[in-house]
DNA sequence: ACCAAATCAGAATGAGAGTTCTGATTTGTA
DNA sequence: TACAAATCAGAACTCTCATTCTGATTTGGT
């Protein structure tokens, strides 16, 4: 044929995603992205389109890699409490005492582009849902193991984990201490435990 | 003297605030606050300095402006559960279903200054922090009324109620209905409740 | 009425953005 | 080996931005 792709197409988006995740849509030029990413802006253009195009790209494979990482064993038989609390735990330890000041990629597309971009909204709508989802079907596998009292309605709950995970990245980005963080985690999911002590 | 000033600053300061809540600060140009405030560019950099530090003034009337609309009624004595819930009530109906897409300047400072202006970050940390003890406050009257368990750590759920405040507000700004903010407002007041029933 | 100082509206400036274009280079095939 | 197609590095282009500058205008004091 002729000349060969120098770079691989889905660790150059990992980066991308790592930069976007860090300082949001605006803050993040192409030309940062060729120097962090090494691949020409030929090669940038010609496989992911535009910025804006290449956003969505990065964002559906920061959710993927957040849903095999870490939802993925919610959906396991025997999921329990103790697998939501290691997720939250995961995260909360990303999100402060981290000297990269990595973000959280749908924070930064809710506010910066969900309201300009009906489609991008869209996309958002569909992976928070998502992550809600998730978070209830773990929460059913906790409340019948007896760890989450059965009056908890599990999807309105799993909406609540998914707000909470965002008031905590956004507390985590204002620099409050790993403590602060943990504390707002322990009351959440001790508001869903049986009530027997 | 001579020529006064045609415009005044706090009406001006005001607009700006709309301005950077629905558009966040690289979203809003110079441009676009000459032309809503209609105050010249003269009078705004002499007025209020830069972008940055016109910005900076915004937020703390926006968090005055919280403060005095809202969590004031938190420090009076007989503050009940009640007045919790109408902050979060009125917050919900800003965040959705509005066509403005009015957002919460808090996390848009957090997402896109924060990590990298230390005194941004610091005056963002106080006014949160301030935020949390005005419903730690706020809670510690309500169950001095019964209305809020005995073993709630007051200061531990201020910080919690902020971090839920965050996280309804990124739900809202991604388009979620009403009802869905709702369910997590109830869920969340409602684990700070008495447990007897 | 007139001066001086501060205002206004908008042009000018310089930096940086996203995107496109260009000549040189590489590589699979004939 | 030579061709052709696709790549690369980076210049070029156009646009927007924040900020400064400029000439005209307003206004309080003498």
């Known amino acids: ?7 691989d197409p889905h660790t150059t988006l990992s980066q991308v995603v790592d ?3 860090s300082k949001g849509y605006s803050e993040t030029s192409m030309e ?3 120097q962090t990413t090494g691949v020409s802006r030929y090669g940038l253009y010609g496989t992911f389109g535009t910025k804006r195009e290449l956003f969505e790209q990065a964002l559906e494979q920061y959710a993927e890699g957040m849903g095999k ?8 038989p025997g999921a329990s409490l ?3 609390r290691a997720i939250f735990d ?5 999100m402060c ?3 990269e000041h990595k973000g959280c990629l749908f924070i930064h597309t809710a506010m910066q582009l969900a309201p300009q971009d009906e489609e991008l909204r869209g996309v958002l709508q ?7 989802k998730a978070f209830a079907i773990g929460l059913d596998s906790a409340k019948g193991r007896g760890e989450v009292s059965k009056d908890v309605d599990v999807d309105a709950a799993g909406e609540l984990l998914t707000s909470t995970m965002f008031g905590l990245a956004v507390l985590g980005r204002t620099g409050f201490p790993k403590a602060t963080l943990d504390g707002i985690v322990d009351s959440t999911l001790g508001s869903l435990q049986e009530e027997s002590k």
């Open 1 to 7: 044929m002729n000349r060969a792709r120098t770079f």
């Open 19 to 21: 930069l976007f995740s």
């Open 32 to 34: 940062d992205i060729v």
């Open 69 to 76: 990482q870490s939802f993925l064993r919610l959906l396991e």
């Open 82 to 84: 103790d697998h939501i």
């Open 90 to 94: 995961e995260r909360v330890a990303d």
């Open 97 to 99: 005492c981290a000297e």
């Open 126 to 132: 569909r992976l928070m849902k998502r992550m809600s």
